[in-house]
Structures are given as C-alpha cells and as structure tokens.
C-alpha cells in the first residue's frame, strides 16, 4: 500500500464535495457536500498518520476532533437550516440573496 | 528747488520725543473699536441706542488720545514703535502686531477717529429707527477698528489683515440691505474688484518681505535709503505690486469700479468709509512705503502718475453726468483720490498726505450733507431735490463749505492742498500731468456747481415736504465745516506756524530716511492758475445748471454726442469688465465641473465598470458556454457597464463559493509553478 | 504618574476612544444617555489627556528626528516591526486638533442624528475612527502607521455606507440611478484603497532596502530617516517608484488633483459627523504622509517631485475655486473649497523649505477648523431646511440669524481673510513658494504662487456668491410657515470652540509655530541641507 | 513499485473496491436527484471511509466514524430532510443550472491534489500498514498533550447543543400557547 493511494481517494472526495458545494441548491444537501470534504480530510490524516507513524497517533487524534467538530457543524448547521426553511418556507440557497445590493 | 529731505529726526528739524505714556498706550486705540464691537454684538440689542452708544464711546475715547498725541507730534514730535511677537519661523522670518506711532499715523489716527467719531454721532440720528441697527454700529465699529490696525501697523502682514478687515467692513455695509440682492451684488464687486488689488498687495508684501526677510516697514524705508541690494533687485516689481494693490483699494483707474456702486450703503457708512478713511488706505500704503519708490524704485513712477492722471480726469468727468447725489460725490472721491495718487507718485509725499488731510473733511463733509438732503427728502436723485436751501439752511451752508473746499477756492483747505499737488507736479517736471489736474480742478468745481445748484437751487421737485435735519445729525455738519475751511492753513509753504510748525514738518517725524518733494513757498502764478479754473469751472456749472430747468432732459444739457453716452456708460469700463469675468469665470467653471463630472470621474466610472464588466464576461462566458456566452457578454456589454455590474453581485453564494475555489486554486498554482 | 504618562501617555490617548467604543458594545442601544456620555467621556479624556501632553511638551527638545512621549514595544518580531509610538513638533498640532474635532462631533451629535438613527453603532464607528486618526498622526512604524491609516477606512465606509444621502443620483457613465451614498461610500473606499496598495507596497520596499544598505530590515521611521538622510535611498529607479508608490497613497487621501474626484462625493453623501471628521483630519493624514515619511526618507526623490508636486496643487487651487463656481448643491461647493484649501497645503509642503512645510502644518489645522465647521453648518442647515440646493436658500440669516452669521463668518474664514486662521497657511504658502529651496526651478513655483494668488480670488468669489445665494436676499416663500429653530446649545457647544481657535490661531498663529518651527526647521536643515 | 507490484499485494485489491465505493458513493451524494438517496449514499461513502480506516490500521477511528457518523449525524441529516419538508422524490431544481464552473472547478482541485501526492511521495509505501494503532496511546495522547484542544472540542459541542437549541426553537404563536396552557 503506498501512501498516495489514498491521497488520491481523499482527493476525489475532496473535489467531489466542492462539486456538490458549488451545484446543489438544497441547504441539507449543501451540508452533506461538506462532510464529504470533511471524510476526506479525515483520509487524509488517518493516511499520513500510518505513513509517518508519530509517537503520539497525531493524525487520528486531529481525525477525532475533525469528526467531533463536524458532528457540532452538523448540529448547528441543520438548526439554521431549520430557522431559515421556517422564515422563508424554503431551504434552497438561491432564495436567499439578503446579499444583494 | 528739490529738497531730499532726510530723516527729520536725525537732523534735528523737530526735536522727537517718545511720547511717553500716549505712545506707548495708543495701541488702545486699536483695541476699543474691536471691544466695541463685540459688546455692541452681545449686548447691542438691550441698549436704546442698540450699540451705538458703544461705538460713539470707543471712538471718543479714541479721538482724545489721537487728539493728545496729534497736538504732542505738533509741539514736539512723537516717534514710537511697539511689537509683540505672534509668530515665528526658524529661517527668520517674524510676525509682530503692534502699533507704530509718528507723524504719518498720527496724522491718520486723528483723522480716522475725529471724522469716524463724527459720523458715528451723525449716524445715531441718521440711522433711527432703522432695521438692525446693532449690526450698523457693530460692522462700523469693526471698520474703525481695522482701519486704526491698518494705519497703526508696523508691518506689511499687519497692514495686510487691517486692510483686508476694512474690506470686510465695507463688504458688510456696502450689502447692509442685503433683502435687497443689488445691495448684496454691490458688496460682491467691491470685495472682489479689491482682493483683485490684494493680490498686488500680498505678492508685492512677499516679494519685498522676503527679499529683505523682514516685513518691518521701517525697516523696509531704511534698506530702501541705503539702496539694499537684494530690495532693489525686487524693487520696481515689487513697487509696481503694491500699486496695484493701492489701486484697488484707492479705486485707480480701472479698478475704480467698485466704488460708485459702493453707494449702495447708508450715507454715514459712504461718508467716513468710501470718502474719508477707508478709500485713502491706498494712498497711506504709497506714503508708507515711499522709500522705495523714492531710492529704487523710481521707475515706476511715470507709470503711476499717469494712472493717478487718468483717474483724476477721466473719472471726475463721470460726476458730470450722474443724477444719484451719492455717485456725484463718489466719482468725486475717486478723482481726488487720483490727485492724491499722482502727488505721491511724482514724489510730493506731504501733498498727497495733505490732500487725503483735507480732502478727508471735505468729503465727509459733503457725503453728510448729502445724507440729510436725503433724509430729507427720501430720494437719492437729484432730480427729486431742489430748491432745498430755505428748507435746510444749515445742511446748505455747510455743503456750500465743503463744496468750495472741494472746489478749492481760496483760502478754503482744499486750495492749498491741491495748490501744493499742482506745485508738486510741476515741480518734479510733470507738466503734462499738471495741466491735466487743473483741467481735473476745473471740473471739479463745474460738477460741484450742478450738484449745488441741482440741490438746493431752483424748485422743489420732489414728494413731501422736506425740512432740516434734528441737531444729531446738523452739528456735525458743522463739526466738519469747521476744519474744512481752516485746515488748508496747516500748511501753506514756507509758512511755519508759531511754536508747532507746519504739517509737513509733522508728518516727517518718522523712523526712516525720507525723500520728501515739495514746494518751499508758494508758487503764486501756479496758485493763481488753480483758483482761476476753479472758479472758472463754478462760474460755467452755475451758468448752465443755475438757471433751475424742469426736467432731467432739460438739465443735462451737455448731452454732447459720443461723449454724453460715453460718460454714461462710464467708459464702458465696467460692462467690459463685469463682461468679461461674466463671459469667462461661468463657462469656466461650468467646464470645470463638466470635466470632473464626465472626464475625471467618466474615465473612473468607466474603468470601474469595465472591470466589472470583464468580471461578469469571464464568468457568463465560461458558465453560458462559448458563443453563447459572448453573445450575452455583448449585449451585456450594450445593455450599459452598470448593469453588468449587478450581474457579478448576484448575491448567490454558491457563486462566490466559487469565485473562492477558483481563486484557491490560483493561487495554489502560482505558489507551486511559478514562484 | 509622571514617567508612567511619558511612556504610555499616546497610548491612552489612542486607545482611549476605543475602549469607549467596547464598554459602548456592552450598553443596550435603548440607553442613549449611556452611550453618548460614554462617547463623550472616553473622546473628553482623550482630549484632555492631549492637552496635558502639551502642557509636558519640551518645545525646545523638538528638533530633527527626536520625538518624546516614546514607547517602544516589541510587537512583530518576526518581520521587525516594532508598537513604537511618539509626538513631535509637527505631529502634535494635528494629534490635538484631531482629539479636539472628535469631541466636538460627539457633542454635535448628542441631537442630531442621520437616519437610520442608531446612535449606538454611530458612535462606535466613531470611536474607532478616532482611535485610528490618532494612532496615524503618533505611529513611528510604518507597519503601525499604515494599520491605523487604514482602520479610519471602514468606519468611514460605513458612515457614509449607512447614514449617508439617500438620494438616487444618476452617475455619469450608468445607465440607472444609484443612492448616492453606495456610489460615494464605495469610490471612497476604492480609491484610498487603491493609494494605500501602493503606499504599503513602498513601505515593503523601503523595508527591504533598508536591509540591504544597513543590514537591519527596520519598518521603523525614525530609524528609515536617518538611513534618508545618509542616502540610503538614492537609487534612482527605486527611490522613484517608492516615492511614486507613497505620492499615489497620499495624494489620494489628501487629495490632490486629478484624484480627488471621491471627496467631493464622500463628502456630499456623507452624514454631517462624517464630512466633518473627512474633512477635518482624514484629508490631512495624507499631507502628514507627505512631511512625516516621503519628504524625510527620500529627499533627493521628494526634490525632483515637489515642482510636479507645486503644479498639481496649483492646479487644485484654481480647478477647485472654478468648480466651486458651479455647484447648485451647498455642501458640494464647501467639498470642492477643501480641493483648493488643500493645494495650499501641497503647495506649501513642495517647497520643501521650513517656510512652505510650517505654512501647510498651520494649514492643515486652520482648514481643519473652517471647513470642519463650514460642514457643521451645512449639515445643521440641511437639518432644518431638508434640501442643500443653493437656488432653494436664501435669506437664511434672516430666518436663522446666528446659523447665518457664523456661516458668514467662517465663510469669510475660509477665504482667508487676514486676521483668521485659514490667512496663515494661504500667506506663507505663497511666501514659501516665491523662494523654495534652492536647487528648486524658480519659474515653476513663482508662477505657482501668482496663479495660487490669483486663486485666492476666485476663492473670495465662490464664498461670496455662496454667501450670496445662502445667506442673503429674502426668504424664498416656501420656508415662511416653517418654524425653522435656531442653533440650539448642543449646536453651538460645538462651534463656539471652534469660531473661538480660528480667531485665536489667525491672531496669534505662534500657537501653532511655536510647536512646528524647530521640527520644521531642523528637519529641512538635515535632510535638505538648506 | 510497478503496476504489476501493487496489483499482486491483496491488500490492494480490498483497497480498491473500497476506494471505489467511497468514490461512486460520494459522486452519487453530489448527484443524486432524490436528497434521501443523497443522505443515504453518504452513509455508503462514510462507511467505505471507515473501510480504509481499517486498512489503515486506525480502528478506533473507524469505529467512531461508525457510530458518530452513520450513528448520529446521517440519522440527523435524515431529520432535516424530513423537517424541512424537502421533497422526497426526484426533484430536477436540486441543482443549480450552472454546473460547468463548479466541474471545472472540482476537476481542477482533484488534478492539482493528485498531482500534488505523486508529486511528493510518489509510491512510497506505508510504514505501518498491518500494525493496529494501540488505543491507549490514543487515549493517552488525546488526554495528556492533546487535553486541552479537547476540552474546547467539548466546549465547542456544548455550544453547538445548546446553539442549535437556541436556533431551532420556535416560539409558540400565540394560538399555540393558549393550546399548552389548556392540555
């Protein structure tokens, strides 16, 4: 197994969760987009982490936070997606242009 | 018979003390004016005379110092000079305030505050009852006081602020009515017809001041009689720039526009401002710095004396043809103003001093005069006046006074001092220029002539029925008539008066060398030349205008073609001059704007909205595919640079999301592949 | 207390605004009062803390490069830069004028508001505006200057962004109308941003320059003039592009012509606080730019600049007094004065000779105080009238007698009547500008001064004809059923300060010489060898 | 190490069909027209995750993907979808209309991250590979150097519980209170 095996599964979900980012329309399905860039990260250092092997398993601990961390995003994310789908009647994104001058 | 007369002083003619506590105190002088003001403008309303008990206040206080100081400079001579610091710069260059006292200040502070105090007196009764009088009396206290710091300064930069704040005075009295827009119009043209000359003045100011690296007046007369080179390698253009400034603010010939318009003020503010003081200033700059003039200068004198000889002339023809009262007397005071400038000019320091001496209460004198015929009868024109001698006799003595003052006739002030002008002129060699001035006499007294025998002559064509002025404002009246028909005895050549001299031995009491011109004794035939063209020219005004014609057409009988309209229109001087500021000042500055607005700005918005532009073609290209997407960048293009722009601020996230990637991934190639 | 004000002292004064703004942050916007004693106290305390600062200035240890009230902290080791803060001659005139306005704005606006209202965010943006003048006019690290100089940015962004004119306007170049505040409040802060790109780009260079002749990369002013005098930096190709670099960030800010197009437009959108603060301080941080860093660090650079440096100003002076001549809008007129007021400046500081530099310093301040009052009352008048359209006016010091007669008066300030404050800078600007430093084309400069002369009139001109249209003539009919109310203490709590200076500094300027001279003038001696 | 190497190591090959389904699963999750079937394909493409965790020798990480992931967040995701009322069948405005950007984009971040790992370690092998990572080392690291990024993580959770709480909780229209009070 060489290490670059799976830099590059980790970067194929990484694109893929831009692709997903940039296109869908949905909020829930936006958010779905990140945590499979999230995955991918979490590849990534579970990778180097068995390639370098630290003293102190640097890689999968950063990968927990990392999955704790999304876990959080995850819950607050949904609960905004929750207010704006109950303030507008909608969760598509291109509703939502407060942006806007 | 040229005299260089040095330093008085220094040779003994007049023994100059300090002048003790007065000198070293006259800088109170200064001050009260500006007190006044600012008691008149807090407390002016309360009073029953709204302030101007205030302003006549400070100015008696101030007539009795000038009056103390003028009878010492008399006796024995008073020569002082106090300074205070306001402000420095490392390379030498200094700022001071402060008040100079000798002879030629004396004179001006005796003349200022006397005349100013009565026509503050005159005004009280003048003005009754008048709208806003506070400001009145607050905007003429602000006047005495600035003139005071003007002929009180030690320095060019003083000089310049006093000069500029009785600009500012006259700018507000000028426009006293300002509901009425001509007033305010009138205001407008004086202020700036005299920053016109400012600019000579300041740049004049600057090029000797730094030439010198002191802007000390006495100062500048001393490097100016030990011919300093550096002074004289700016002298003849900075001589020529302090003209200029002169003549703004003395009305030459052709910045002399401003000052018939600037009838539109009360009389009172016209009598002491347009007439006595202010106006004058120019012709006090000249004999202050007239050193320079005299040692490096002396080139530029033809020049001036002929301007003063345009003036003279050319302006007091103007009164010929007016009906305003108030005009009449203005282009008066510019011509004798342009007697004053010639004297100086041509070199005779003491006869033009003495003209503006005399001529000061004369001027006043009629200018009141004239303020109670119009008090009287609620009308400027004279076609509305007549026969008004019966109804207000001590109005019309003291105006026949002032007039044959004005006229000089003997032995009224105003023959010796124009005697000594002529005696000047033709002494230095300018007999051109003298013969214009007695020309320039004899028209003076034929328009003094009209003008009386308009007013007071003949029958009363006006509304009403007018009668003299209350005593407020008929004694002082007489308060002036008095040094007008005596004050010509100050200073008859050759003729020192027992135990206080002459005048021209007053005014010579001063710091710096001198190069004084002027007669040792009178000049009979010369003398005899004067009287007979003034007399000749009242004979020929009563002639004409004696005879009381009944209408306006009637009267103006001089209606000779070309000249009549020429005179009318007053050379067109003004029309072309207001022509051309109107012609070239709005285009230009509507140009200007136009060009700020479509061209500066225009090549902003457009390079903005072209980037915007190119921003919304890159993304629409690339998202609408191909052709497709040119396509709408073209029309987008078309449909105007401001709405492209909206296009790029979609408000969509998802697109900034993906202008972020895309920006990530450039700058992660950058990094890698080109650094 | 006192070595510990010797070394903190221009902390205090810097931050103190802006720990008013954080204890503001905690108020609830509803306690008005609150806030604006807050305000009012955190800017007082800053001001009087200036005011000690003077009493405790040794105004005979102010020459060449020596500061006082010194700190000197490590901040950024890793790129040298150091919090090194200090007030000298020239600085301090400005520090104080700027601490000075703050607080008068403050109690401007204790009752009149821009809508939409919020006072609370208002003062805040305020505050940290203060914060950032003050730090600008003090920082002795480039870094730390340019920090503060674009920290003034936003808050202003805002002001104009939020409380600013509301009216559509049609730009030139568009198709549809904008509010003229986005238009305004985005040039603004495009184009500083754009000058101030370049300016940090020639501080970079300056810093790496620096190590290279000295071997130590300093960001540190003093330090970088010292190596300016040396000739450190006398590269030709870099001293000009830095210098260019650093003109381009100044001169927009200050700013000269042909980049001025952003004032008069910031200035006419912006809320009455806003042109205030702009015109009375933000314009001259970059004049400061110019005499505390360009002039100093590169002067052979700053000699073969200052005649195209004499003619834009110039050409500021009589293009600004035109175009005042054609404006129908109040406050765009006073705008377009700062152009012509501000080419003065320029004029001046391009002499290079301690005349010409002192005479922008006194400048800057007496522009400071008479326009920054000019926009007072304009702001109060378009309060009370709703409109600013000149045609409209008129007869105003009828209706509103003491609105009217101070706008006279700073009217008559403005144009530089001798005697006021605003005369001195025009004066020694002209002064400086018929004899600048030798080695300087004189045809160059003395034209400038004529046609800066020549300037003044126009000047007198469009104050006039603005007095003219404003102030005088009768009331038109529409305003006679409108109870209009003249100033109010509040109003005049914050002008009478104001008129008071400008008499004060226009009789006895020293006030102002007396700090600036020997810094100005030991500065030109070392660095120009005049 | 040539082709012909890495296929002959059977590792490789459990490598390669799981590296396989997380990729299909993720392309399905970005593509999929009905957003259960997205929710549920990320399950697929998580647990293929965790899959290669495993060969990774991280079992611990794995599990806790498991469990945290396919456990909790999927099972959240599937609540919002159900909340929000999303529809449930195939939906053809999911998407934006614009998908080129976004895949030049995507294309353009794989090929540079690709690029990238070749260009770094080229087929340098993993050290570790078949040696379980001990737990207790995991456990000493997360609460001995690591313990203090691990009480914020726990802070940033508690914010996350009661933030989400304080977002998502609706007030009662006044109709609705009258209902509590009356039950």
Not at chain 2, 16 to 21: L, Q, R, Y
Not at chain 2, 394 to 400: A, P
Request: with cysteine; net charge negative.
């Amino acid at each position: 197994m060489t290490l670059t095996q799976f830099l590059v599964i980790g970067a194929a979900l990484f694109a893929l969760g831009v692709y997903g980012l940039l296109v869908r329309r949905n909020l829930v399905l936006i958010l779905l987009s990140v945590e499979l860039m999230l995955a991918a990260v979490n590849i990534n250092l579970v990778a180097f982490e068995a390639f370098l092997v630290t003293t102190q398993a640097i890689g999968q601990v950063f990968a927990i936070f990392v999955i704790t961390v999304a876990a959080a995003e995850v819950g607050i994310g949904l609960a905004i997606v929750l207010m704006i789908f109950r303030n507008r009647r909608s969760a598509n994104v291109d509703d939502l242009s407060l942006m806007r001058w | 018979m040229v005299t260089a007369m040095v330093m008085a002083v220094a040779e003994g003619v007049v023994q100059a003390g300090d002048g003790g506590f007065f000198a070293d105190t006259a800088g109170i002088m200064l001050i009260l004016p500006f007190v006044a003001f600012a008691l008149i403008m807090t407390v002016g309303k309360r009073l029953p005379y709204h302030g101007g008990e205030i302003a006549v206040a400070a100015l008696a206080v101030n007539t009795v110092w000038a009056t103390v100081l003028f009878v010492m400079n008399m006796t024995g001579g008073v020569l002082d000079q106090t300074t205070f610091e306001i402000g420095s710069i490392g390379s030498g260059l200094v700022f001071e305030l402060g008040w100079v006292v000798d002879g030629l200040s004396i004179m001006m502070y005796f003349l200022v505050n006397f005349v100013g105090l009565v026509v503050f007196v005159y005004a009280l009764g003048y003005m009754h009852g008048d709208r806003r009088l506070e400001w009145f009396f607050a905007a003429f206290s602000l006047f005495a006081g600035s003139m005071l710091v003007l002929v009180g300064a030690p320095n060019l930069i003083q000089l310049i602020i006093g000069w500029e704040g009785v600009g500012l005075a006259s700018y507000f009295l000028i426009g006293f009515y300002w509901e009425d827009l001509d007033n305010v119009r009138a205001g407008n043209k004086a202020f700036l017809t005299n920053k016109v000359g400012d600019v000579g003045l300041i740049l004049g100011a600057i090029l000797v001041g730094v030439s010198l690296g002191t802007f000390d007046l006495a100062e500048l007369g001393a490097a100016a009689a030990a011919h300093d080179e550096a002074l004289g390698a700016v002298a003849v253009a900075g001589g020529l720039l302090l003209f200029f400034g002169a003549m703004g603010k003395s009305a030459q010939f052709p910045l002399h526009i401003w000052l018939p318009d600037a009838m539109a003020g009360p009389t009172p503010v016209s009598a002491l401002m347009h007439a006595a003081t202010m106006v004058t200033a120019g012709v006090y700059l000249m004999a202050r710095v007239f050193p320079l003039f005299e040692y490096l200068a002396a080139d530029t004198r033809q020049l001036m004396v002929v301007i003063g000889a345009i003036t003279l002339l050319g302006i007091g023809l103007l009164a010929l043809v007016v009906d305003d009262i108030k005009r009449v007397l203005a282009f008066s005071t510019v011509s004798q103003l342009g007697y004053m400038m010639t004297a100086v000019a041509a070199g005779g320091y003491t006869a033009g001093l003495f003209h503006l001496f005399t001529h000061a209460f004369f001027k006043a004198l009629l200018f009141l005069g004239a303020g109670s015929v119009i008090h009287a009868v609620h009308s400027n024109n004279m076609s509305d006046m007549g026969g008004l001698r019966k109804e207000m006799p001590t109005t019309y003595w003291t105006f026949v006074v002032g007039s044959l003052a004005l006229a000089g006739i003997f032995p009224l002030a105003g023959f010796w001092s124009k005697d000594e002008i002529l005696a000047t002129l033709g002494q230095e060699g300018y007999i051109t220029v003298m013969w214009v001035a007695v020309a320039g006499a004899f028209v003076t007294a034929f328009y003094m002539a009209r003008c009386i025998a308009l007013t007071f002559h003949g029958t009363y064509k006006g509304h009403g029925h007018p009668h003299e002025s209350p005593p407020i404002m008929t004694r002082p009246l007489v308060a002036l008539a008095i040094p007008s028909a005596l004050f010509g005895l100050l200073n008859i050549p050759g003729v020192s008066l027992p135990g206080i001299g002459s005048f021209t031995e007053w005014l010579a009491v001063r710091e710096v060398v001198m190069g004084d011109h002027h007669a040792e004794a009178i000049d009979f035939g010369l003398a005899a030349i004067g009287l007979a063209a003034a007399l000749a020219g009242l004979a020929l005004g009563w002639l004409v205008y004696g005879k009381d014609a009944v209408t306006q057409m009637e009267r103006d009988r001089f209606q000779v073609p070309l000249l009549y309209p020429l005179l009318r229109r007053k050379y067109y001087v003004d029309d072309l001059a207001l022509g051309v500021v109107g012609a070239t000042t709005g285009p230009l500055a509507r140009f200007v704007n136009w060009t700020n607005n479509y061209v500066i700005d225009g090549v902003i918005n457009i390079v903005g909205g072209a980037v915007k532009w190119l921003g919304g073609l890159v993304y629409n290209g690339l998202d609408q595919r191909g052709v497709d997407g040119v396509f709408n960048g073209l029309s987008a293009m078309t449909d105007g640079a401001g709405s492209v722009l909206r296009r790029w601020q979609t408000g969509r996230v998802q697109q900034y999301a993906s202008a972020f990637v895309a920006g990530a991934i450039i700058l992660v190639v950058l990094f890698v592949f080109v650094v | 207390m006192m070595e510990w004000f010797d070394s903190w002292g221009l902390t205090v004064i810097v931050f103190l605004p802006l720990l008013g703004a954080l204890v503001m942050g905690f108020i609830p916007s509803g306690n008005e009062d609150g806030l604006k004693r807050t305000a009012l106290v955190a800017s007082g305390l800053a001001f009087l803390a200036s005011i000690y600062l003077v009493l405790q200035f040794d105004f005979g240890a102010s020459g060449y490069n020596q500061y006082q009230f010194e700190v000197t902290e490590t901040w950024i080791g890793a790129i040298n830069a150091s919090y090194h803060l200090g007030v000298d001659g020239i600085s301090l005139p400005l520090l104080v004028l700027s601490t000075f306005i703050v607080v008068l704005s403050v109690i401007y606006s204790w009752n009149h508001w821009d809508e939409p209202y919020n006072p609370k965010a208002f003062l805040i943006l305020m505050m940290i505006l203060a914060t950032g003048m003050n730090g600008t006019f003090v920082a002795l690290d480039l870094v730390l200057f340019f920090i503060f100089f674009e920290v003034v940015l936003l808050p202003m962004y805002f002001m104009i962004g939020i409380w600013g004119d509301k009216t559509p306007r049609r730009i030139p170049g568009f198709r549809k109308e904008y509010e003229t505040r986005l238009y305004a409040a985005i040039k603004f802060f495009l184009f500083t941003l754009f000058g101030s790109a370049f300016m940090l780009l020639g501080f970079l260079a300056l810093y790496f320059e620096s190590g290279d002749v000295s071997g130590v990369r300093t960001f540190d002013i003093p330090t970088l003039t010292e190596l300016g005098a040396t000739g450190a930096f006398t590269d030709p190709t870099f001293a000009f592009l830095v210098f260019g670099a650093l003109f381009l960030g100044f001169a927009v800010k200050v700013p000269m012509w042909p980049l001025h197009t952003w004032l008069p437009d910031a200035h006419t959108a912006a809320p009455t606080v806003g042109s205030v603060l702009l015109a009375a301080i933000l314009l001259k941080l970059g004049s400061y730019g110019f005499v505390r860093i360009s002039l100093p660090i590169l002067p052979d650079e700053a000699m073969s600049w200052a005649p195209a440096i004499a003619i834009l100003a110039v050409i500021g002076i009589i293009y600004g007094s035109l175009a005042c001549l054609a404006q129908t809008d109040m406050k765009r007129l006073i705008a377009f004065s700062s152009v012509g007021h501000m080419g003065f400046v320029m004029l001046g500081i391009a002499t290079l000779t301690d005349v010409g530099i002192n005479a922008a310093i006194i400048g800057m301040v007496a522009h400071g105080l008479i326009t920054g009052l000019l926009f007072f009352l304009a702001g109060s008048m378009s309060h009370r009238y709703h409109t600013r359209e000149m045609s409209r006016l008129g007869g105003n010091i009828k209706l509103l007698p003491i609105i009217g007669g101070i706008l006279a008066f700073t009217a008559m300030a403005s144009l530089g009547l001798p005697g006021l404050a605003g005369f001195w800078g025009e004066f020694m600007s002209l002064v400086g500008s018929y004899n600048p430093l030798s080695g300087l084309p004189l045809g160059v400069f003395r034209t400038s001064m004529v046609l800066g002369a020549v300037g003044t009139v126009l000047t007198a001109g469009y104050m006039l004809w603005m007095l003219q249209r404003v102030n005088l003539g009768e009331p038109s009919a529409e305003w006679t059923d409108h109870d209009l109310g003249d100033a109010d203490r509040y109003e005049l709590a914050s002008w009478v300060p104001l008129i008071v200076l400008i008499v004060v500094i226009g009789l006895y300027p020293r006030l102002v010489f007396n700090s600036t001279t020997e810094a100005v003038t030991s500065m030109v001696e070392m660095v120009f060898g005049s | 190490m040539t082709l012909g190497d890495w296929i002959s190591q059977p590792v490789n090959w459990v490598f390669s069909a799981l590296g396989l389904a997380v990729v299909f699963s993720g392309f399905r999750v970005v593509t999929a027209k009905n957003v259960v079937h997205a929710a549920l394909y990320l399950v697929g493409a998580l647990a293929g995750t965790a899959g290669l965790f495993l060969l990774l020798s991280a079992e611990f990480v794995a599990w806790s993907l498991v469990l945290v992931y396919i456990g909790a967040v999927v099972v959240l995701f599937l609540f919002g979808i159900m909340i929000t009322r999303a529809p449930t069948g195939l939906d053809p405005a999911l998407d934006t209309n614009r998908k080129l950007v976004p895949g030049v984009l995507a294309a353009a971040v794989f090929a540079l991250m690709t690029w990238a790992a070749f260009d770094a370690f080229g087929v340098e092998q993993i050290t570790s590979a078949g040696v379980a990572t001990d737990n207790a080392l995991l456990g000493e690291s997360l609460l001995g150097r690591f313990v203090i990024p691990f009480e914020v993580v726990s802070f940033v959770l508690l914010g996350a519980l009661i933030g989400g709480i304080t977002i998502a909780r609706r007030d009662l229209t006044p109709v609705e209170e009258e209902e509590r009070a009356a039950v």
